[in-house]
């Protein structure tokens, strides 16, 4: 696959070999079709999504039998639970005597509702679908709130520009060159409040006439208490 994959699925060797091969046949193409790449490792949850930078845990029960994993599924899923933040269990339940078990031992284990989430499906296939969905689902989600988060940070460093350059060019002398230069070289404000104009006249190019009096104008309040005239 090419740097443009939609995702990773890592999947547990020991799960791998628990599973019909045609069944790991069917999630190998369905993976492709989907631009997944598949890597096969032993890691403790069935599958490991990553996803637009999340990673989301799966435990994958393709085959309920009341009699005998039961017990077992249900304490590794609260093992697991502690492990990974974002877990879910997807669970193939195809007959009502599968649905019966299901709700009894939902309740005898004594699952918290939610955490972790239980998907259950008919069939394994339909399974695997599921576990795409959610993970593509998480991922965009991340990248929504991702671009998001960058748009409020530029918007709001575009404010703080608009600021510094206002207050900068109503100093006598200063324009807007001088203080876009002075931004760049300084940042903000409370900077430019501090700078001493041997500061400004190393770091920018303004004139020792425009330095001298950035630097009143800050620290001298008869400065720039004083009336301006332009």
Not at 88 to 93: F, K, R
Not at 143 to 164: L, P, Y
Request: aromatic share 12%; proline share 3%; with cysteine.
């Amino acid at each position: 696959m090419s740097g443009s994959a939609a995702g990773v699925c890592i999947m547990s060797n020991a799960w791998k070999d628990e599973q019909d091969p045609s069944l790991i046949s069917f999630i190998s193409a369905f993976l492709g079709s989907n631009s997944f790449r598949l890597n096969f490792v032993s890691i403790s949850p069935d599958l490991i999504f990553n996803c637009g930078g999340v990673s989301i845990a799966f435990v994958f029960v393709t085959k309920w039998d009341d009699c005998c994993n039961v017990g077992s599924i249900f304490n590794r899923v609260k093992r697991l639970k502690a492990q990974f933040a974002r877990l879910y269990v997807v669970a193939t339940l195809s007959t009502k005597e599968q649905d019966d078990s299901f709700m009894r031992s939902y309740f005898q284990y004594e699952m918290e509702f939610g955490k972790p989430a239980f998907v259950l499906v008919t069939d394994a296939e339909m399974g695997f679908e599921k576990i795409v969905k959610i993970s593509t689902s998480r991922g965009m989600c991340k990248q929504q709130k991702v671009a998001s988060k960058v748009k409020v940070e530029r918007k709001r460093a575009v404010q703080d520009t608009d600021t510094f350059i206002r207050v900068l060019t109503s100093i006598p002398n200063i324009n807007k060159h001088d203080a876009n230069s002075l931004y760049l070289a300084i940042g903000s404000i409370e900077a430019a409040a501090k700078t001493s104009k041997e500061d400004i006249l190393a770091n920018t190019d303004l004139s020792s006439d425009k330095a001298d009096s950035l630097s009143r104008f800050f620290q001298d309040p008869e400065f720039y208490l004083s009336p301006k005239f332009n």
